[in-house]
């Protein structure tokens, strides 16, 4: 009588992921017969190290990880929990239209973020929540746009502003 040791399955993940992102299981031993893996949602796999793409807060939970031997002996269920953070959302506004040679202030939000990252016309860039440009030139008109990372490390949708500069009328 030959008597087979179980193999003993193991099961991790990149959690915590933020929404969007790429949630990464990995699945061991190496080398087994079949790989069986559970998680939310009736989710299922048979890849040793499968991937989920485009994180959403319902992949969050407890994915689970079966394996089956050459001998066919199939392990203990070993588990991992999964973490989706949710995605800030940026807001971004302005005092536009303004007239050449006022001050620009863009609104940037929500307050609190690790970061903020403007981008605008001319190449111009800030990370202050609410910048302002003074002296404002026809130049300066056009797209302003935020992102945001929190304090999980998630970085939110852009969002954009669209400031109008007006022509200062000549006497």
Known sequence: V??????????SSNSPVCEGSIISLTGGPSGMTTYNWTGPGGWTSSVQNPTRSNATLAMA??????????????SDPASTNVVVNTKPVATASSNSPVC????????????????????????????????????????????????????????????????????????
């Not at 939970?61 to 199939?74: E, H």
């Open 61 to 74: 939970g407890t994915y689970t990880l079966t394996v089956t031997d050459s001998n066919g002996c199939v």
């Open 100 to 171: 050449e040679g006022s001050i620009i202030s863009l609104t940037g939000g929500p307050s609190g973020m690790t970061t903020y990252n403007w981008t605008g016309p001319g190449g111009w860039t800030s990370s202050v929540q609410n910048p302002t440009r003074s002296n404002a030139t026809l130049a300066m008109a056009g797209t302003y746009t935020l992102t945001v990372t929190d304090s999980n490390g998630c970085v939110s949708d852009p969002a954009s502003t669209n400031v109008v500069v007006n022509t200062k009328p000549v006497a």
């Open 2 to 11: 030959v008597v087979n040791t179980k193999p003993v399955a193991t099961a």
